[in-house]
């Protein structure tokens, strides 16, 4: 018996899709239960939350999502909540949630595997060349959380958001970003509007102040239009991107289609305060297809890999489950957003089967001939 506290997940399902994404990432984690003490408990987050308790983000959630180790995150939001007032909405529960744990950088990984050529649309020699890139968001400033507010009435009624950042608030994430390519291919873009926002000038400055420290990394700006446009063009030049939160946003989801399908990112994020990381899939509550046991649960199952490596530091599962997933695409089993020419989609559950199969062999396989019981 360990004499060590079990590692406490918790799940927040949400909306939409969210439930069956976390269903089948729970299986997952099951497996990876019998290698890492680990111990999966849910709660209640965004219109489920609303619904059930009136509010989208509630203080036990809040409470419980500080206590534990890793939370993953389903997804939030429905059509069904579009017209409440924005602070209200099961969004602000999420942006709320991402301020109070201080989640600063939001990691999105962006990978078209070699099984997943057909599902991408880019060009097949573009393709073939590779897309590994990591995205690194700006998640606790910006757009996002700046004064805001409507006055005026009739054609004159005004509407505003505020985009600012302080240095500090760029120097986290542009650190982290750095980091992130020192590890990697040593390659970072940041990616900005200089040309003609104040804020972009700053973060500028904040990149070049900071490149000197990472001598081995090869430092490019580029302009969010000019990045968009090079992300289809060359998708292949990029390792690192780093961005403001709102080109953030928009940046990963055309890397979603990059990728094969956006149900194909997972994401983390991190915290500068004690707070544990947030992991979620990118593609959001998807409502048009929920309930249909037809979502991609690999943006999900990716996330849980991100925490096996990042939260449980155990590489050696993460790499298993990364190569679990592979065999899976290999026996062409691909969900409908990923779906062959000519070959039958399987649902949420059964991709979901499969990889914990395969990720249960692949660890057996591993242990079992060295293994103290032979
Ligand atoms: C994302 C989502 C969120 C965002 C929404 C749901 C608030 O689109 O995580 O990319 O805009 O950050
Ligand atoms: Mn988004």
């Known amino acids: 018996m360990s004499i060590a506290a079990d590692w406490q997940v918790l799940l927040l399902p949400g909306d939409g899709v969210g439930p069956e994404v976390t269903d089948a990432a729970e299986l997952v984690l ?29 203080e036990d959630t809040l409470r419980l999502c500080s206590a534990c180790d890793a939370v993953l995150l389903g997804a939030v939001g429905g059509p069904q909540w579009n017209d409440l007032p924005a602070e209200n909405r099961p969004e602000y529960a999420l942006l709320t949630l991402r301020r109070k744990m201080k989640l600063f950088a939001n990691l999105r990984p962006v990978k078209l595997r070699s099984q997943l050529l057909h599902a991408s649309p880019l060009r097949e020699e573009n393709a073939g060349r590779g897309v590994d890139i990591m995205v690194v968001r700006e998640l606790g ?49 940041s990616v900005d509007k200089a040309n003609v926002l104040e804020t972009s000038r700053l973060w500028r400055d904040v990149v070049n102040e900071t490149a000197p420290l990472y001598p081995d990394v090869d430092t490019e ?37 990059l990728a094969g399908s956006i149900g194909m990112l997972p994401s983390v994020s991190i915290s500068r305060g004690d707070h544990p990381c947030l992991y979620e899939p990118v593609h959001g509550s998807a409502p048009e297809i929920a309930g249909q046991g037809i979502a991609n649960p690999l943006g999900a199952i990716l996330s849980v890999q991100m925490m096996l490596d990042i939260t449980f530091g155990r590489e050696d599962l993460a790499q298993h489950l990364d190569e679990a997933i592979d065999d899976v695409l290999e026996k062409h089993c691909f969900t409908r957003d990923i779906a062959q020419k000519g070959v039958p989609p399987v649902s949420t559950g059964e991709m979901a089967r499969q990889v914990a199969d395969r990720f249960a062999a692949r660890i057996q396989d591993m242990s079992s001939p060295a293994g103290p019981h032979g």
């Open 141 to 189: 400033g910006g757009l996002y959380y700046g004064p805001r507010g409507t006055d005026g009435t009739g054609t004159g009624q005004r509407a505003y958001d505020t985009l600012a950042y302080t240095r500090a608030e760029i120097q986290q994430v542009v650190r982290e970003a750095f980091r992130q390519a020192h590890r990697r291919n040593r390659s970072l873009t």
């Open 221 to 257: 700006h580029l302009y969010v239009d000019n990045c968009a446009m090079q992300l289809v063009l060359d998708p292949a030049r990029f390792d690192v991107v780093v961005t403001e939160n709102t080109f953030g946003d928009i940046l990963s989801d055309l890397g979603g289609a």
């Open 30 to 58: 099951k497996v990876a239960a019998e290698h890492v003490p680990l111990r999966c408990t849910r709660t209640l987050i965004g219109g489920a939350s609303l619904n059930e308790t009136g509010q989208a983000l509630n």
